[in-house]
């Protein structure tokens, strides 16, 4: 598949070679779809962009330039992006000088049919060529009415991939790319087609951004990869070393991580998760996608049920306040009734405060898309909501050890309006709770690690109470 992934139209309508120059207005409205790692480079194409004097607005009428970041993981993505993009034609024709691009998986996949089909599109951007944002804004401006084409950089396997965390105003808590693309192949998944071979960024990299973001006043980064646990720096060093090297090196308070793969999550993970319990947070994303071997099998994970449930004990063993959530792909092709059930059973045997899951659906390019033993859609609807039902009954369940606990919550935000601060506990649950007393009415406890005692717990939010104010 060709690598060339950033594309201008080759003709431009004269009503748009008379554009005023996108200097005289520069607002950019960013429309997200998908993952944390689209945030995530969302965040970066802004950052990037206000560089060049851009100011994010809250809506497409506000904007020069507008970006949709696709995602193409779930649902109908193409179509989305058709149908917002065609939302932005009229507004084209009364904004003579706007331009509208797509980033993100989409714009990887479906580049010549985008801006073939949608003459309103100016560009469009793949993920591997964020960091070329700004040069693409610029030749769109200056460009002739000739096809215009940057080749991005050709994958090439564990070679260091080289960012800096661009954010613009962080908050307390912060994501941060550790790996970019895959090398696994599921067979239900485009990420390895949209996002390129694995690459990792080289551990020194990533204390120095840890360390200046500490300065900035971040309290806890999220490390984000596509399978984090696979993480190998150009010296050899893996995901746990480098976990330890966070821990060690910087003076970041708390670290969490996603997404973890179960073939390559090893023991010393959870030796190092025990060892800087004070830092690591106890909370495992841990996608089992099905119950059953057999599926896994077909979808090319590279475990079985039986590997799965021997790591979630080992998991539960060392660190018993684990919270634990995981994906699963419902109606995947071929899944037998029994072997959805397996999935179902699963859930006996593991305990997910949260799961995410999804009736399956074909993706471009990948091989489960051309199984000619694909599930009808009401068999997957009625199998999705039978593993909610239990879910939910699961959920509640789990939820209640939190009662009456004392929990650390590091605050992420006050809600001005009612006064009410909330924050996550280390197991990832949002927890809201009001000031002690005058003194932490007015945000001070944002950005703080504050002790609070739960009195209500649901199954992704808990209510606590503050039992004595700032010393
Ligand atoms: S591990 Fe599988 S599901 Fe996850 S990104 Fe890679 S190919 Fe996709």
Redesign the pocket.
């Known amino acids: 598949m060709s690598k060339e992934i950033i594309r201008f139209k080759s003709s431009e309508s004269a009503l748009h070679m008379n554009a005023p120059s996108l200097s005289e207005e520069k607002g950019v409205f960013m429309s997200t779809y998908g993952c944390q790692m689209n945030d995530n480079d969302s965040e970066r194409m802004l950052s990037l962009l206000e560089q060049m004097n851009y100011t994010p607005v809250n809506t497409p009428e506000l904007a020069s330039l507008i970006i949709i970041n696709s995602c193409s993981i779930r649902e109908k993505p193409v179509h989305k992006v058709h149908s917002e993009v065609g939302r932005y034609r009229k507004l084209k024709l009364t904004k003579p000088n706007l331009k509208v691009g797509v980033a993100g998986c989409v714009a990887q996949q479906e580049k010549d049919r985008l801006l073939k089909d949608l003459p309103t599109l100016d560009f469009v951007l793949g993920p591997d060529n964020i960091d070329s944002l700004p040069e693409v804004i610029l030749s769109l401006k200056n460009k002739d009415d000739k096809d215009v084409r940057l080749n991005a950089a050709k994958f090439k396997h564990q070679e260091p991939y080289h960012v800096d965390t661009l954010v613009r105003s962080p908050g307390v808590s912060t994501f941060i790319n550790i790996t970019k693309g ?1 090398d ?3 067979t239900f ?1 485009v ?2 087609y949209t996002r390129g071979r694995e690459r990792s960024r080289p551990v020194t990299h990533l204390i120095d951004d840890i360390n200046t973001l500490v300065k900035r006043g971040v309290k806890e980064v999220t490390l984000l990869g ?2 984090v646990n696979s993480y190998t720096c150009e010296t050899g060093l893996g995901f746990s070393e480098l976990l330890k090297n966070i821990c060690e090196k910087t003076d970041i308070e708390r670290v969490r991580y996603t997404t973890s ?1 179960p073939k390559d999550f090893t023991d010393d993970l959870i030796e190092i998760s025990k060892e800087y319990k004070e830092k690591i947070c106890e909370h495992i994303h841990l996608p089992v996608q099905s119950g059953s071997t057999k599926v896994l099998e077909r979808m090319n994970r590279g475990y079985s049920r039986e590997h799965y449930l021997k790591i979630t004990e080992k998991i539960f063993k060392e660190l018993p306040d684990v919270a634990l959530t995981t994906d699963i792909i419902v109606g995947f092709p071929g899944e037998t009734e029994e072997q959805f059930n397996e999935t179902m059973t699963l859930l006996d045997e593991v305990p997910y405060e949260n799961i995410f899951a999804f009736k399956y659906s074909p993706r471009p390019f990948t091989k489960a898309a051309r199984f000619d033993d694909q599930i009808s859609e009401p068999i997957q609807k009625e199998r999705l909501q039978r593993l909610f039902d239990k879910h939910e009954t699961q959920a509640w369940d789990l939820c209640k050890r939190y009662q009456n606990k004392k929990i650390k919550v590091l605050v992420e935000k006050q809600d001005k309006k009612t006064g009410s601060y909330r924050g996550r506990n280390v197991q990832n649950k949002m927890t809201h709770f009001m000031p002690f007393d005058s003194t932490e009415e007015n945000g001070e406890l944002v950005g703080k690690a504050v002790e609070v005692e739960v009195y209500k717990t649901f199954p992704l939010t808990l209510r606590g109470k503050r039992l004595e104010g700032l010393k």
Do not use: K
Request: proline share 10%; net charge neutral; glycine share 0%.
């Open positions: 895959c696994n192949f599921c998944c990420v390895p596509q399978n793969h």
